[in-house]
């Protein structure tokens, strides 16, 4: 079945660090790929996407690119800030693989980013 | 309002108790979702609901019970849970689209605490 797997955190920054979070997946079909956020406290928010090869996925300084040849989809940042501190989910969806599938996200187990001052 | 909420945002209950969260989104979307999000666990599905017919129960004990009368409210009814049913509850909305259904949109969750 599809999975999703996330860099082990936590992961501790200063602020104006380069930030890395690497995401590997597998998936039957030609999956749409997601990072999220999740701020201490509240829900998940979309950061960005990618539906197919080669796209870039870009949003407040974020970037993913998705890669079909490694499998791969990693976030990347230039230079972090304090208020990025938050937990990064990786996922995916797979609704080309069709039935139970079909609309159903799969979430790598997301990783703890710490931005310090 | 915008976006998906829900409510309570927190909740406290006994194993003997009987309770419901509600979702509500208000973004015109035509598929709805209930995740159980526990820690150091990935967030799980257990329900999706498209145009208001359930079309996923991903293996979920029967003490959890969704309903979805419209496309805009979500339930999701508690009875007799476990401690081991602690956790945050997320709702989600989406927007059919073509072959698949579109990015899932979440609420800020619920945070069940079962004694």
């Known amino acids: 079945g599809d999975s999703v797997t996330q860099m082990e955190g936590p992961v501790t920054l200063s602020e104006e660090a380069f930030l890395t979070i690497n995401c590997t997946y597998t998936?039957?079909?030609?999956?749409?790929l997601f990072w999220y956020v999740q701020y201490p406290g509240e829900g998940l928010q979309l950061l960005l996407k990618?539906?197919?090869?080669?796209d870039k996925g870009s949003n407040k300084g974020f970037e993913a690119t998705y890669r079909k040849e490694t499998t791969s989809f990693h976030l990347e940042k230039g230079s972090v800030q304090v208020s990025d501190s938050a937990v990064y989910f990786c996922?995916?969806?797979?609704?080309?693989?069709?039935?139970?599938?079909?609309?159903?996200?799969?979430f790598g187990q997301g990783t703890i980013l710490t931005v310090h001052p | 309002e915008t976006g998906v909420t829900q409510t309570p945002r927190h909740l406290v209950m006994g194993m003997t108790n009987k309770k419901s969260l509600k979702c509500e989104q208000h973004?015109?979307?035509?598929?709805m979702y209930w995740y159980k999000q526990s820690a150091k666990k990935p967030l799980e599905l257990m329900f999706v609901?498209?145009?208001?017919?359930?079309?996923e129960n991903n293996s979920v004990p029967s003490r959890f019970s969704p309903e979805c009368p419209n496309s805009s409210h979500l339930f999701l009814h508690l009875h007799t849970l476990q401690p081991e049913d602690s956790a945050l509850y997320l709702c989600?909305?989406?927007?059919?689209?073509?072959?698949?259904?579109?990015?899932?949109?979440f609420g800020p969750g619920t945070r069940l605490t079962v004694l």
């Open positions: 989600a909305s989406s927007q059919e689209r073509g072959a698949g259904l579109d990015t899932q949109y």
């Open positions: 998936a039957t079909g030609y999956p749409s």
């Open positions: 990618a539906t197919k090869a080669d």
């Open positions: 996922a995916l969806s797979d609704a080309s693989a069709g039935g139970t599938s079909y609309g159903k996200l799969t």
């Open positions: 973004l015109g979307h035509n598929a």
């Open positions: 609901y498209n145009f208001k017919e359930q079309t």
